[in-house]
Structures are given as structure tokens and as C-alpha cells.
């Protein structure tokens, strides 16, 4: 059931693939290269592949994240978080500036949670204490207390 979206076999420009993350509302997979410089987007079958930043504003990304119409990531050159609007690029924007190399970056949100029975919901799962949630071979859930 797996499929190679990006393969420098087709001809992609892939060198140092260094971010990758899911935007579950258009769609689409987006990875950055931090050798090549740039951020990317394409469908979850590879086609319609689109870069949205490249060159100086991306010179080394090392993580990014989706949420609404913005792109997020971390730059291990420019020591910051910047955005930018996910599909042109504009509204190019440093966040945050920092000392250090910033590592991953994470935006937890309710929309960005996928919907799922949980068996813990009820009564802790029965669990006196912690009711802890694994997945179940791509059969749902299981739980241990």
C-alpha cells in the first residue's frame, strides 16, 4: 500500500530532504530540501509538485508544520521561525529569532486532530489510573492500563 511520492529516479531535484509534514485540508504533502534550499508541496500521489520559497529565504530548514493558509518552519541559518502564506510565499515573515539552532516546530490545534473512537473514553477505559492508547495494525485502536 506504499507509494514513492518524491523520487529523484523521475527526475525530482531531492538531495538533503530535511522537513516533511501533511496538510490534511488541500491534500498535500510538503518537505523541504536543506541542501537544495527550498520548500515544496504535492498531492499525496506526487503529482501537481509546486516550490512555493527557495534560495536565500529558505537557506537551511530543518522542520515545518502546516496551519490554515500559512507554511511554518525553522531555518538553521537565519536561527529562527518564519511563515509564509503556504501557497504564493508572500507574507513572508520572521516570528522568532533566536541564539541557537531552532529543532522542530508543532502546532497543536482540535482541527488538526484526526477523529477516532477512543477506547479510553469512557471510564479511563475501566483503567484505575492511566489508560494508555497504541495502535492496533491498521485496526484501529487498543488500549493498556
Excluded at 52 to 78: C, N, R, S
Aim: negative net charge.
Amino acid at each position: 500500500n506504499f507509494k514513492r511520492i518524491i523520487s529523484v529516479l523521475k527526475g525530482d531535484d531531492l538531495a538533503w530532504p530535511n522537513a516533511i509534514t501533511i496538510d490534511y485540508f488541500s491534500d498535500r504533502i510538503w518537505w523541504a530540501d536543506a541542501h537544495l534550499d527550498y520548500i515544496a508541496y504535492s498531492d499525496f500521489d506526487g503529482g501537481n509538485k509546486k516550490i512555493v520559497l527557495e534560495g536565500l529565504q529558505v537557506p537551511h530548514v530543518f522542520a515545518i508544520t502546516i496551519m490554515d493558509d500559512y507554511v511554518y518552519w525553522t531555518d538553521w541559518d537565519k536561527r529562527a521561525i518564519l511563515k509564509a502564506h503556504k501557497f504564493t510565499g508572500k507574507e513572508y515573515t520572521v516570528l522568532r529569532n533566536t541564539t541557537v539552532r531552532p529543532f522542530d516546530i508543532q502546532i497543536f490545534h482540535p482541527s488538526r486532530q484526526i477523529e477516532y473512537d477512543s477506547p479510553c473514553e469512557v471510564k479511563n477505559g475501566g483503567c484505575s489510573h492511566l489508560c494508555l492508547i497504541a495502535p492496533n495494525n491498521m485496526d484501529g485502536t487498543k488500549f493498556t492500563c
